[in-house]
Nanobody
C-alpha cells in the first residue's frame, strides 16, 4: 500500500507564504507524476500543479508566477512553495502521486488526506 502524507498547511495573512510537503511511503517501485490539487468549500477539486519524473511542470493559470512545485526523488517527496497568497487560495490541498507499486505491472493513483490552507487577515 502506498500512502502520501501532506504537511505544512495553516493560517497565513494575504501576501504571505507557505510551503507544503508530501512524502509518499510504502512499496514503491517508481513514481511518475506528483501533484497538488485543492478543493474550496462548495467547489470541485482542481489541479494546482504537477511535476513529472523528468521535472516537467504544469500549473493552473490562477497560481502561475506565485506557486512553485518541486520534487526530491530520493525522498519520494513533492513540495509546493506558495508565495503572494490570496484569500481565494483558501482550500484543502491534496497531494496526488501516480506510482508503480512493487510487484505491479502498471501505475496507480494515490491521494493524501489533505491539509488546510487558510489565507485571511
Amino acid at each position: 500500500q502506498v500512502q502520501p502524507v501532506e504537511s505544512g498547511g495553516g493560517l497565513v495573512q494575504p501576501g504571505g507564504s507557505l510551503r507544503l510537503s508530501c512524502a509518499a511511503s510504502g512499496s514503491i517501485f517508481s513514481i511518475n507524476v506528483m501533484g497538488w490539487y485543492r478543493q474550496a468549500p462548495g467547489k470541485e477539486r482542481e489541479l494546482v500543479a504537477h511535476i513529472t519524473s523528468g521535472g516537467n511542470t504544469n500549473y493552473a493559470d490562477s497560481v502561475k508566477g506565485r506557486f512553485t512545485i518541486s520534487r526530491d526523488n530520493a525522498k519520494n517527496t513533492v513540495y509546493l512553495q506558495m508565495n503572494s497568497l490570496k484569500p481565494e487560495d483558501t482550500a484543502v490541498y491534496y497531494c496526488n502521486v501516480v506510482v508503480v507499486p512493487v510487484g505491479y505491472g502498471r501505475s496507480a493513483s494515490y491521494w493524501g488526506q489533505g491539509t488546510q490552507v487558510t489565507v485571511s487577515s
